[in-house]
Nanobody
Framework: LVQLVESGGGSVEAGGSLRISCQISGYTSNSYCMSWFRQAPGKEREGVAAIDSDGAASYGDSVQGRFTISQDNAKKILYLQMNSLKAEDTARYYC??????????????????????WGQGTQVTVSS
């Protein structure tokens, strides 16, 4: 059973930093593109950052230069380091495993193909 379990969310003041994690289990291969999505109340879910198995990363325009995605393949943990947080970063953040191992170069923060598995999300709240 594939499981993606996010943790590390919380409340932080604007300008602060937070790192969220996604513990991956249920499969052994690392040959999948992984990403973070977020969804704020009343808004559509948007791709934030994506990373392939070689470590190539892609970011959405709104987080470029502030967020960093990384992964520990040995521990099977996906991370999202978020710096210079803004109130508009407030959202529920979801970890996702895609069906391919390729970054979508035309859509920052996304991989090619579709998402096969989702986590339950972790809430990040940034106060201004």
């Amino acid at each position: 059973l594939v499981q993606l379990v996010e943790s590390g969310g919380g409340s932080v003041e604007a300008g602060g930093s937070l790192r969220i994690s996604c513990q991956i289990s249920g499969y052994t291969s690392n040959s999948y593109c992984m990403s973070w999505f977020r969804q704020a109340p009343g808004k559509e879910r948007e791709g934030v950052a994506a990373i392939d198995s070689d470590g190539a990363a892609s970011y959405g325009d709104s987080v470029q230069g502030r967020f960093t995605i990384s992964q520990d393949n040995a521990k099977k943990i996906l991370y999202l380091q978020m710096n210079s947080l803004k109130a508009e970063d407030t959202a529920r953040y979801y970890c996702a495993r895609w069906g391919t191992d390729a970054i979508n170069t035309r859509s920052g923060g996304n991989c090619l193909g579709g998402v096969n598995f989702w986590g339950q999300g972790t809430q990040v709240t940034v106060s201004s």
